[in-house]
């Protein structure tokens, strides 16, 4: 039901321990920073930014408060708040144990939603001295998100703080629940054909998601006399005593029920934010004609879906977790409900605007879903029905929708300071927000996930750099993130060794001993016969294959192995002639590398970057194709410019290569917008092509550049990959048969990591592709 902790948490794993303990220590101690938006390092931008600049917008801000928006960061800076006593699965562990949530729950509202975030914990005694504290930090954020409080305290909290406070007061843990569960019911109603008027509903816990839960449900239709809430003393009921408190009686029915058994007895609808196990098959037996089931207890569910479904065939099941379908994850909620408040400057977060998230989210999940959401899920399609209620923590949809759609609540219920006047700008101004690197690999690791269950198996993939330090680290990452089954080539001994002295876990790493494996004379023989008119005689092919990169080659080409990453020890162009040599390329393929350059809100992709020292025209076209189809895979529409030193000019030499090579890639494929010959900045400009080339077939920013020759995209790749605030995946090999991929040797754990990740993607494209060929 909730995003903060893992679905899987192994607290008696010591191995995972010291990693987890390590992440948050590594470099700079814990998970976030400050970082200025101007650039503040010459003596000009200090005294703006500082003494003397800046009392010139405290003296503005001083005679028009509402000025404070404009020169400071108080419009997007929330401040989620806790002090530590009721931490999802932890319990009351205090104010500072809470910390490394909080600072978690910041980086969720930066990645989905562009919002800055100030962890606060709170050391408090009672209520009162921690609203008091909450009170006076009014002046600094643009909202409040309560966090981890426990019940009932965190009602007064809330209570108190939205009627004194002229800002936003959120208690996450009530409402961001509320919000998405209530979506779920919306549609698992409409699925079973029952009115939300009519349903009988059962509520198993009491805290503070239960009773906010609740609370919606009947905002949004259910009658308070049609539910049954339960404890762990039983049913509430009227005339209860035991265990009462002034919220729980509040939903206190007459009934003659008085455990939950009773109560599930002819309940349409059962919701648990209770504990694991709570509700067996036999309970949910006499429940009505298609039960709904929301067994969102975390990190087990009350009832698992298996066990849920063999009892009832007929049942609709969420929970809380990732694994399972249907899950209610407060990410879908928060982010964009803070964004629709602050972007409207918002006084509160009112009823209407929890609703307006309820019905946005439930709308959007009976929308057609986009390929490049289900590629995120390794090409899962979905569709609106009992195993998709609500939509997918990485639809990035999501803040598209819920933001306007609380937007506007806001406006419709007067709390709105900030009015929106342009719509269509507005959902611009969203979309600018969600720079793609934000999810990229993570939806990445997705597909791979997503794949292998519906292929039955993990690629295999094959590393022929066995003792680089760098390779079994990122393989020990891809083991435990489930993308591979990793097969290291090399002496087993030093790669022990290696592994020992670097504290890496081999445990699930296939070592293979290439030159002793039974398999290498046939690879010998192979390679002979392929390259026996080349010059190669059998002892020159049996020298070949005794280096790991020819044999892990052979291996993917011969099909014992999925995909191949190499290159982190090996210069590039000897790391890539073996793939070339027995792989090979593919119909009409050109041999290109490519990297992908992932900036603050542009996606693009660069070619070639590694492999064409001065490619002809007709080569750039073809590459220009093959880039265009890696893009759509990842669900980019290809916007190509074939970049030039000039624009539009066909002067002899490379505008004129460019420009040709444009012409031929428009007849390989018509339907793609492209142009050149052209300059890098009017190529990502969209405002200069407008301006001065408004006759440009290329509509919009460019997200692939296809550059003259390898010198020039060498450099602008390598350039920008030092300067920083951009990350550069690859490169990749395009055009070869199989998945196989050429690293930098300068290249990173984390980078390695990135590659294996789209190699295995890479390879389960392929699998797709022939099983849809045969």
């Not at 923590?393 to 300071?417: E, G, N």
């Not at 066995?466 to 680290?473: D, E």
């Not at 030499?653 to 300059?679: H, N, V």
């Amino acid at each position: 039901m909730t995003e903060k902790l893992s679905d899987k948490s192994p607290t008696d794993n010591s191995a995972f321990e010291k990693e987890a303990l390590e992440f948050h220590q590594k470099g700079r101690p814990g998970k976030i920073e400050v970082v200025s938006t101007k650039d503040c390092n010459t003596e000009k931008a200090l005294s703006l930014a500082y003494s003397p600049g800046v009392a010139v917008p405290c003296k503005v801000i001083a005679k028009n408060p509402e000025k404070v928006f404009d020169y400071t960061s108080k419009g997007n800076l929330v401040a989620v708040i806790s002090d530590g006593t009721a931490v999802l699965g932890l319990g009351n562990i205090g104010p500072l144990a809470s910390k490394p949530v909080m600072e978690g729950k910041g980086i969720l509202f930066k990645n989905f939603a562009g919002i800055d975030v100030f962890d606060i914990e709170v050391k408090s005694s009672s209520p009162a001295e921690f609203i008091n504290a909450i009170k006076t930090l009014e002046p600094t954020f643009g909202g409040i998100n309560l966090e981890d409080i426990k019940a009932p305290e965190c009602f007064e909290i809330e209570e108190t703080l939205k009627k004194e406070m002229n800002i936003p007061v959120f208690h996450d843990d009530q409402h961001g629940t509320a919000i998405v569960s209530g979506a779920a019911l919306i549609n698992a109603t409409h699925i079973v054909g029952k009115k939300l008027s009519e349903i009988n509903l059962v509520v198993n816990g009491a805290g503070a998601s239960a009773i906010a839960c609740t609370k919606i449900f009947i905002s949004l239709g259910v009658k308070k006399e049609n539910v049954l809430m339960c404890d762990s003393s039983g049913v509430i009921y009227k005339g209860r005593t035991q265990g009462m408190n002034k919220y729980k009686e509040e939903f206190a029915n007459s009934t003659e029920k008085r455990t939950l058994a009773d109560a599930l007895n002819g309940a349409d609808v059962f919701v648990g934010l209770s504990v694991a196990g709570a509700v067996t098959g036999e309970m949910i037996k006499v429940m009505a004609k298609d039960p709904i089931i929301f067994a969102m207890a975390n990190p087990d569910p009350e009832i698992t879906p298996a066990q849920a479904r063999a009892a009832r065939p007929d049942a609709i099941v969420a929970t809380g977790r990732s694994d399972y379908p249907n899950q209610v994850n407060n990410v879908l909620g928060f982010p964009s409900i803070f964004r629709g408040a602050l972007d409207t400057r918002s006084t509160q977060i009112n009823e209407e605007m929890k609703l307006a998230a309820c019905h946005a989210l439930a709308q959007l999940a009976r929308q057609g879903v986009p390929d490049n959401v289900s590629a995120s899920y390794g090409g899962q399609k979905f569709k609106f029905g009992r195993e998709y209620l609500i939509p997918k923590p990485f639809d990035t949809r999501v803040l598209m929708w819920v933001a306007p759609a609380v937007a506007k609540a806001a406006m419709d219920s007067k709390v709105a300071q900030k009015p929106i006047a342009d719509w269509n700008a507005y959902r611009d101004q969203l979309e600018s927000i969600q720079g793609p690197q934000k999810v990229f690999i993570r939806s990445a690791v997705h597909r791979v996930h997503e794949n292998a269950e519906r292929l039955g198996y993990l690629p295999k993939i094959v590393f022929p750099e066995g003792t680089s330090s760098k390779i079994l680290m990122a393989i020990r990452t891809c083991i435990e993130e489930k993308i591979c089954r990793p097969v290291v080539i090399g002496n087993p001994e030093q790669i022990k060794q290696k592994a020992k002295s670097h504290d890496i876990d081999l445990t699930d790493v296939e070592i293979l001993d290439h030159s002793n494996d039974p398999k290498f004379p046939l690879y010998v023989e192979e390679l002979y016969k392929r390259r026996q008119r080349k010059g190669i005689t059998t002892k020159e092919a049996e020298r070949l294959m005794s280096d790991p990169n020819y044999f892990a080659s052979m291996m993917i080409d011969r099909g014992d192995a999925d995909g191949m990453i190499n290159g982190a020890a090996t210069n590039y162009a000897d790391a890539v002639k073996p793939i070339l040599h027995t792989v090979g390329l593919a119909k009409d393929a050109v041999p290109a590398g490519l990297n992908i350059v992932l900036a603050d809100n542009k996606l693009l992709f660069f070619a070639d970057t590694t492999v064409n020292f001065n490619p002809t025209a007709e080569q750039l076209a073809r590459i220009a194709v093959q880039t265009a189809q890696v893009a759509e895979y990842f669900g980019q529409k290809p916007r190509i410019a074939m970049l030039s030193f000039s624009n539009f000019s066909g002067a002899d030499g490379t505008p004129a290569k460019m420009k040709k090579a444009a012409e031929l890639a428009k007849k390989l494929r018509p339907d793609l917008s492209i142009d050149g010959d052209m300059q890098a900045d009017t190529a990502i400009n969209s405002e200069i092509q407008q301006r001065i080339f408004p006759f440009s077939d290329l509509k919009g920013e460019a997200n692939i550049l296809v550059f003259p020759n390898l010198e020039s995209a060498n450099i602008s790749y390598k350039l920008l990959q030092q300067i920083g605030k951009v990350e550069v995946l690859g490169p990749f090999l395009l055009g070869s048969r199989r998945a196989a991929n050429v690293l930098q040797r300068t290249t990173t754990v984390e980078t390695i990591f990135s590659s294996v990740v789209l190699t295995a993607l890479e390879s389960q494209f392929i699998t797709d592709w022939r099983n849809k060929k045969h």
